[in-house]
């Protein structure tokens, strides 16, 4: 049996966030410049979202650029912003003919302002379609996304708009760039590193996690569908016991 067919479509996670890590190590390997890598990444993340799409995932949030992602070397963070562009220009029929609606959440204002344009277009040209979401996390600080909704809470509450009793949760969550997104069921991460780095650390709070060794660029359809597979073989407690699920 192949591995889509041992996917069970009644408990699959509504949201889906992969941490895309591993490119400079695989074109390394391969002797040549972070830049292969990089290109090769952008395969992986079609065949990712193509997966998603196919099996009935609702949201998908890629961590295509961190805050600190800007502190690499210049000459990276430019071929990236423009490989970015590139990749939305191309991948637009793809987004259309699959019915998938892009969205973007981070410091989007701290972008190169061609990224900006090309990313608000294709936002603009299928916010319209309804099977998924896919969320590009760009400029994302899962830390400072935290701080800037207390900050808007706190304007509120000066503004006799909030009170703090008020103050729960939901108040948070609404003040989170995910406002309108379910909380994140699993979490992939790519490369064999087993860590979050700074990543929707709010809403993975009871997200399964599945790291593999595989570096970005190899991760095709088969790796998807076993994280997929893997994820629908644990159990999910929330903090309850075994027995209070039965």
């Given at each position: 049996m192949q591995l889509k067919e041992q996917i069970d479509n009644l408990r699959l996670?509504?949201?889906?966030?992969?941490?895309?890590?591993?490119?400079?190590?695989?074109?390394?390997?391969?002797?040549?410049?972070?830049?292969?890598?990089?290109?090769?990444?952008?395969?992986?993340?079609?065949?990712?979202?193509?997966?998603?799409?196919?099996i009935g995932i609702k949201v998908l949030t890629l961590y295509a650029f961190s805050t600190e992602n800007w502190n690499r070397p210049k000459l990276e963070v430019e071929m990236l912003m423009n490989l970015l562009v590139s990749s939305l220009k191309k991948e637009l029929k793809l987004l259309l003919k699959n019915n998938i609606s892009l969205r973007a959440i981070?410091?989007?204002?701290?972008?190169?302002?061609?990224?900006?344009?090309?990313?608000?277009?294709?936002?603009?040209?299928?916010?319209?379609?309804?099977?998924?979401?896919l969320n590009l996390a760009l400029s994302y600080s899962s830390k400072?996304?935290?701080?800037?909704?207390?900050?808007?809470?706190?304007?509120?509450?000066?503004?006799?708009?909030?009170?703090?009793?008020?103050?729960?949760?939901?108040?948070?969550?609404?003040h989170l760039y995910t406002r309108n997104l379910p909380n994140v069921d699993l979490v992939i991460r790519t490369s064999g590193?087993?860590?979050?780095?700074?990543?929707?650390?709010?809403?993975?709070?009871?997200?399964?996690?599945?790291?593999?060794?595989?570096?970005?660029?190899d991760f095709g359809k088969e790796e998807f569908y076993k994280a997929i597979i893997d994820y629908q073989q644990r159990e999910r407690r929330f903090g309850k016991t075994s027995e209070q699920l039965k």
């Open positions: 996670p509504k949201h889906v966030a992969v941490i895309m890590d591993g490119n400079g190590r695989w074109a390394k390997e391969k002797g040549k410049l972070r830049v292969f890598g990089h290109k090769n990444g952008v395969k992986a993340v079609r065949q990712t979202v193509e997966s998603a799409a196919e981070g410091d989007i204002t701290t972008l190169p302002s061609r990224t900006q344009k090309m990313l608000n277009e294709v936002i603009e040209k299928t916010k319209g379609n309804t099977h998924l979401i400072e996304e935290i701080v800037n909704a207390f900050k808007n809470i706190s304007k509120k509450i000066v503004n006799n708009e909030l009170s703090v009793e008020e103050i729960d949760k939901n108040i948070i969550n609404n590193e087993k860590r979050i780095s700074n990543f929707l650390l709010w809403q993975i709070a009871y997200a399964e996690l599945y790291f593999t060794s595989v570096f970005w660029p």
